[in-house]
Structure formats: C-alpha cells, structure tokens
C-alpha cells in the first residue's frame, strides 16, 4: 500500500502562485509515476501534471507554461508549483502515485483562484 498526503492550497487572487506537495510513504519501492489530477465540481477528474521515476514529465494542455511538476526521489515527494493561476482552475487537487499498474490517492487539497 501507498499512502499519500498532500499539503498546500487555499485561496489565491488570480494571476497568483500556489505550490503543493505529496509525500508519499508506505511501500513506496517501485512507484512509476507520481502526478497531480484535479476535480471541478460538475466536472470529471482530470489529469493536471505527472512525472515518471526517471524524470519525465506530462502536462495538460490547460496549464502549459504555468505549472511545474517536479519530485525528489529521495524524499518520496511530488510538488506542483502553480503560477498564473486562473479562476477555471479552483478545483480539488489529488495527488496520485502509480504503481504496478494500480492507482493510489490522496484526500486531495482545495485550490480557490478568486479575487
């Protein structure tokens, strides 16, 4: 089992900055990717960012240019640095870590861009 735990978030004005970060601990060996979705209300859960064990990085097209995944390995922890934030994206962040094909979450932390 994976555990993950996310911390961050809160309101933001628009145009501003917000990091997260997800610690992941239990059986962390062998995770493949670890990634940040999110979740609107009314909307499906989408993915937002997600990056590899050897670095590499996806993004959605949304947050192109003004978000940042990264993670250290050492620390079993992934971060989401959100710049130019924008009132479409308020939403529930969850953390996820893949592993052996199965998905693991986190509770997920509530991001408000609003002025």
């Known amino acids: 089992q994976v555990q993950l735990v996310e911390s961050g978030g809160g309101l933001v004005q628009p145009g501003g900055s917000l990091g997260l970060s997800c610690a992941a601990t239990g059986s962390i060996f062998n995770i493949y990717s670890m990634g940040w979705y999110r979740q609107a209300p009314g909307k499906q859960r989408e993915l937002v960012a997600a990056?590899?064990?050897?670095?590499?990085?996806n993004y959605v097209d949304s947050v192109k240019g003004r978000f940042t995944i990264s993670r250290d390995n050492a620390k079993n922890t992934v971060y989401l640095q959100m710049n130019s934030l924008k009132p479409e994206d308020t939403a529930v962040y969850y953390c996820?870590?893949?592993?052996?094909?199965?998905?693991?979450w986190g509770k997920g932390t509530l991001v408000t861009v609003s002025s």
């Open positions: 996820q870590a893949l592993k052996y094909g199965i998905n693991y």
């Open positions: 990056i590899t064990s050897g670095g590499i990085v």
